[in-house]
């Protein structure tokens, strides 16, 4: 009986141990011995990448997707491994195929754009497009834009609209300044000045710093938000410092039509302002 | 007399000649401690492990960019396209085109664990530019990683112009890739290009 079970049983450890030999050879080292996914995760924070590497790869070839993310990371950057773009796309497709968002959203941000075969084109928008609707506000944003300006797929502002609203209420600040755009622009909806200039704060709220231009202008003309031209300042003073160059024509307007007293309060207020965090 | 005379021209060459020499050798120390200097800010930032990898390199990014040319760089790669786009286009463009490019090229500069950075040559033919070879010795034995970086002087600082990467020019390559983009997708396909792949997520934790 025993000798049966074993003889069943060969064929498997025999492709377990050549799965381990072959990985032994493929990164020059052993598999470390109780080591978890977040054991990975420490080394590669540490930048140690060999130790990653050595601890997720065993579970990448066991199909771990989060694994397989991982080390398509490490493929696309050269971390610990010498640069293959081929070899993170390959690892990005196993994640992918489990449905991990983050796997597909750079599968697709490597293809989209960057090749002339239609076919991959369409390939890159699926992926897009399946992480967008699993959640990924990065992704919903990226699929809104495309949709905006019809890059790789057909115009279509109402799409546009709606996934760049998602991404918005999600928090995520680019979405919001684009939302405000939107909004003011009457895109796939009415023109709604109010609208515009809530999601323009939101999103200079968290530091987008062409956000803070707009919501500075809006709050200098009156604009959709009651006219206070010490909060114009306070934005326009925050866009200006990440180099807008409108913010800082509108800054020296501004500067000079209050009070210096007013001025002093406002730049102690953008010294000490911090983004919110989403 | 005479070949006192005779001595002095030959003589003045010479002298000519080591001045040369010695202020290229001095612009090779000087260009070999600039591409240093970022390596070592690499090494500082990125070794701080008190906060999370993804925000050192964020962070990193930031020093770097005054080591590059970014405008120069930015404005040479879209070749005749840059007149073209709006003031506003090429203000979203720099701002991408640098943050795309530091996340590309930063790792060339090391500053991960157990990697050894060294300048392994400086060349200065005594023309506008001059070119550090580096390498970065991989812990475990892996495959070092070999750069060459073109350098000038700008306003009387130095500043990266090019990458060579396997003797391949990284403005050269961009200049093609982005001529290519630009005819099928046109300014603004570039520019969401260049958002979507800075858009990309780095290792999960979890």
């Known amino acids: 009986m025993k000798k049966s079970i074993s003889n069943r049983t060969f064929p498997t450890t025999a492709a377990a141990a050549c799965l381990a030999a072959a990985l032994i050879l493929s990164t020059g080292h052993a598999p470390l011995a109780d080591t978890t996914f977040e054991d990975g995760y420490k080394a590669y924070e540490q930048t140690d990448f060999a130790k990653a590497l050595k601890i997720w790869l065993p579970l990448a070839n066991s199909n771990n997707a989060h694994a397989q993310y991982n080390l398509g990371v490490m493929y696309d950057l050269g971390r610990g491994v010498a640069q293959d773009k081929k070899k993170a796309m390959a690892w990005w497709l196993k994640a992918a195929k489990q449905d991990l968002p983050m796997a597909l959203h750079n599968l697709a941000s490597n293809y989209l754009f960057g090749v002339k075969d239609e076919n991959q084109q369409k390939k890159a928008l699926a992926w897009m497009s399946r992480a967008a609707e699993l959640g990924l506000s990065r992704s919903q944003y990226s699929l809104g834009k495309m949709y905006l300006h019809a890059h790789g797929v057909e115009k279509d502002e109402v799409l546009a609209r709606k996934w760049i609203e998602m991404a918005a209420k999600q928090g995520f600040d680019k979405a919001q300044y684009n939302m405000g755009k939107l909004s003011r622009d009457g895109v796939a909806g009415p023109v709604d000045k109010e609208a515009a200039a809530q999601w323009f704060l939101k999103a200079a709220k968290q530091g987008y710093a062409k956000a803070q231009n707009h919501i500075g202008k809006r709050y200098a003309n009156g604009d959709g938000i009651e006219k206070n031209e010490a909060e114009a300042l306070f934005w326009v003073t925050l866009a200006a410092k990440q180099n807008i160059k409108s913010a800082e024509n509108n800054r020296k307007v501004l500067v000079k039509k209050l009070p210096l007293d007013e001025v002093n309060r406002i730049m102690t207020r953008v010294y000490s302002w911090k983004p919110e965090k989403k | ?206």
């Open chain 2, 1 to 206: 007399m005479k070949r006192i005379l005779r001595f002095i021209p030959s003589a003045l060459a010479g002298f000519a000649l080591i001045v040369i020499v010695s202020s290229a050798k001095a612009n090779e120390q000087e260009a070999a401690a600039f591409i240093s200097n970022l390596a070592n800010q690499a090494l500082q930032t990125l070794g701080d492990v008190s906060i999370p990898l993804e925000a050192r390199e964020e962070k990193l990014r930031v020093l770097l960019q005054d080591g590059f040319a970014m405008k120069f760089i930015g404005r040479y790669v879209l070749g005749k396209y840059w007149k073209k786009m709006t003031a506003a286009q090429q203000e979203e463009y720099q701002k991408l085109f640098a943050e795309w490019t530091l996340r590309t090229y930063s790792s060339r500069l090391g500053g991960y664990k157990n990697q050894k950075f060294t300048v392994v040559k400086v060349i200065d033919n005594g023309k506008k530019d001059i070119f550090v070879k580096t390498r970065i010795n991989q812990p475990g034995g892996g495959d070092p990683i070999d750069c060459d970086w073109r350098i000038r002087k700008v306003n009387g600082k130095y500043k990266i112009v090019d990458i060579g990467i396997a003797g391949i020019s990284m403005l050269l390559t961009q200049k093609r890739e982005f001529a290519s983009l630009l005819n099928r997708n046109g300014i603004n396909g570039l520019i969401e290009m260049l958002r979507v792949r800075n858009s990309k997520f780095t290792a999960m934790s979890s």
